[in-house]
């Protein structure tokens, strides 16, 4: 019976940011869809709790032998430390330097950013990441990429010899539906009547600049924001960034990192999200948001455009006063706020964790096909 292990060592990270809700997310869809015979566990580095890492219907995690650290460092400098199972998925650049003797490695790549955007993680962290990409497309079986934005921009800083799946995201079911204790959570939140919200880890290459320097401008609608996520890279301070654009600091509301029912709660009361990246690789925040029918308005980031499918307003990055305008454009006019919020249901209704999980399926199966048929021939 073959197994498939699932890397969630992003789980325990400090900020596990998108890619932990990737991994999350990915990972119990893939044992809800496993095809017949497969069986799906889950691997780790040595941790003192790994409970964060647990996901019902996933067998472990196993504890590898090392520590975090010392794990980065051997797959780093090549030690062939396999996790388990007859298939792995990496689903961030941590990965064994290659497959196992009769095994398959799939490797998820999810952005361009250590070459576009090498300003948006710290010298070290560009090193490791071009390292470890460069290296799964050399002996990965395979790399996942989100969007077809990927999949042309990366063979432009890295060979690609492995083949390349583009398997989009999906939308949590929790995020999109309020929970019966909706107004109790709103109120302890603090949520203002209406505001502009943006959702992901406060980091330069989110463009919270841009969003709050655009707030402030005078024609920008008179609405605080709320910004949900933890910080990252970078140590922002919104306060700090809205005072100098000029913006009361009193209008940033911070919220960190706040659970599913928390968001669906933030997200049904948002007038509209605000995505003003300067680089991305899908943009989950932006589907989220779809399917809980807000508004959106992006950054003209070639991933957000894919995925937003022609239901938000763009705005060239940077651009404070288009972001403005933009924003006043959506809030003033409640016909057209309402028709992109019908629109972006729609448009959100094509992705699923479940859909996303069955390609990841048809693309392992496929690769132990191809390598069973190579050892019988």
Known sequence: MPKLVVLLEQLLAPVPGGTGRYSRELTAALAATAPAGWTVGSAVARHA??????????????????????????????????????????????????????????????????????????????????????????????????????????????????????????????????????????????????????????????GIETLLAALAAPHAPDLPVVLVGQPGWGRLEPAALARRSGLDPARVHLLGRITDQELAVVLHGAAVLAAPSLAEGFGLPLLEAMAAGVPVVHSDVPALVEVAGGVGVTVQRNDVGALAAALRAVLSDPGAAQAMSAAGRRRAQQFSWERTARRVWSMHVELRHCRTRRVTS
Do not use: N
């Not at 998925?89 to 490797?107: F, I, Q, S, Y």
């Open 49 to 206: 709790d790994p409970t964060p890492a647990i996901i019902p219907g996933v067998e472990g995690p196993r504890l590898l032998p090392l520590p975090r650290q010392a794990l980065v460092a051997a797959w780093d400098s090549g030690v062939p430390l396999w996790p388990g199972g007859d298939a792995v998925h990496a689903p961030t650049p941590l990965a064994p330097p290659g497959p196992r003797r009769g095994c398959e490695l799939v490797v998820t790549v999810h952005d361009t950013v250590p070459w576009t955007y090498p300003d948006g993680l710290t010298r070290r962290g560009v090193g490791w990441h071009r390292r470890m990409v460069e290296r799964a497309a050399r002996r990965a079986d395979a790399l996942v990429v989100p969007t077809a934005a990927v999949a042309q921009d990366l063979p432009r800083h890295v060979p690609c010899p492995a083949r390349v799946y583009v398997v989009g995201e999906g939308v949590t079911a929790a995020v999109t539906h309020l929970p019966v204790q909706a107004a109790g959570i709103a109120t302890r939140l603090g949520l203002p009547p209406r505001y502009v919200l943006a959702v992901g880890t406060l980091e330069p290459r989110k």
